[in-house]
C-alpha cells in the first residue's frame, strides 16, 4: 500500500515561534497533498491543498500566510505553522494523492499520514 | 446543504452482528467513493474505495453504491471490537479538481 509519513508526530513549543511539519510519500510520487487539521472530538478539516511546483490552494479562512505550505519535490510537502499561538493547537494530518501504477483519475486515493500533534504553550 | 452527510451516531452493535454504515452525498456527478476508519487520536486510514454502482467487497468489508440514490454504504460483518471507530466517507467528483468531500464520521463501538 502507499505510505505517508510525517514528522515530527510531536511538538511543543512557546507562542510566538514556528514550527515546521513535513509530509512525505515514501513509495509513491505523490503530486497532491493535502493538509488537514482536527480539533479533540470534531471532524477533519481542510486547510489546504498543496500541488507540486505551484503555489498551494487554501480553504477560506486559512491564513496563508500564517500557514506556509511548501511542495518543492514530488515526495516533499511541508506545513510551517509561523508565529504559533495556543489557539493552533491541534493534530495536523497531511494525505497524499496516489493513483496507483496503472494512472486512471477517478481512482485516485488519497492516503494519509499518521500526523502531528502540535501544543504551543 | 452538506456535501456529504453522515449519521453522527454513536453506533453500538454487539460482538458477532453486522453493523452497517450509512452516508448520502448531494452532488449526482461524484465519481470516486472512500470509507476510512479512523481510531481514536490517530489519522484515518483508508478501508475501502468504490466507483461503480453495486457491492464491492474485502474481508468483513462490504461496500455498496446506488448513484441513482446517492448513497454509498458499508458494512462489517461479525464485528470486533477492534472495529470501535470513527468511520469517514469521501466522496471526490473530478469536476472540482482533487477535492475530497469528507462526512463527519460515525461513531462506531462493537460491545463484547
Known amino acids: 500500500g502507499a505510505v505517508v509519513s510525517q514528522h515530527p508526530s510531536w511538538v511543543i513549543c512557546k507562542s510566538g515561534t514556528s514550527v515546521k511539519i513535513e509530509c512525505r510519500s515514501l513509495d509513491f510520487q505523490a503530486t497532491t497533498m493535502f493538509w488537514y487539521r482536527q480539533f479533540p472530538k470534531q471532524s477533519l478539516m481542510l486547510m489546504a491543498t498543496?500541488?507540486?511546483?505551484?503555489?498551494?490552494?487554501?480553504e477560506q479562512g486559512v491564513e496563508k500566510d500564517k500557514f506556509l505550505i511548501n511542495h518543492a519535490s514530488l515526495t516533499l510537502s511541508t506545513l510551517t505553522v509561523t508565529s504559533a499561538h495556543p489557539e493552533d493547537s491541534s493534530f495536523y494530518i497531511c494525505s497524499a494523492l496516489t493513483s496507483g501504477r496503472i494512472p486512471v483519475a477517478f481512482q485516485e486515493t488519497q492516503y494519509f499520514g499518521p500526523g502531528t500533534r502540535l501544543l504551543v504553550l | 446543504q452538506k456535501e456529504v452527510e453522515q449519521n453522527s451516531g454513536p453506533l453500538s452493535v454487539p460482538e458477532g452482528a453486522i453493523a452497517s454504515l450509512n452516508c448520502t452525498y448531494s452532488?449526482?456527478?461524484?465519481?470516486?467513493f472512500f470509507w476510512y476508519r479512523q481510531y481514536s487520536g490517530k489519522s484515518p486510514e483508508l478501508i475501502m474505495s468504490i466507483y461503480s454502482n453495486g457491492d464491492k467487497e474485502d474481508g468483513r468489508f462490504t461496500a455498496q453504491l446506488n448513484k441513482a440514490s446517492q448513497y454509498v454504504s458499508l458494512l462489517i460483518r461479525d464485528s470486533q471490537p477492534s472495529d470501535s471507530a470513527t468511520y469517514l466517507c469521501a466522496v471526490r467528483h473530478l469536476n472540482t479538481g482533487n477535492q475530497f468531500y469528507f462526512g463527519t464520521g460515525t461513531s462506531l463501538t462493537v460491545i463484547p
Open positions: 498543496s500541488n507540486e511546483g505551484s503555489k498551494a490552494t487554501y
Open positions: 452532488d449526482r456527478v461524484s465519481q470516486s
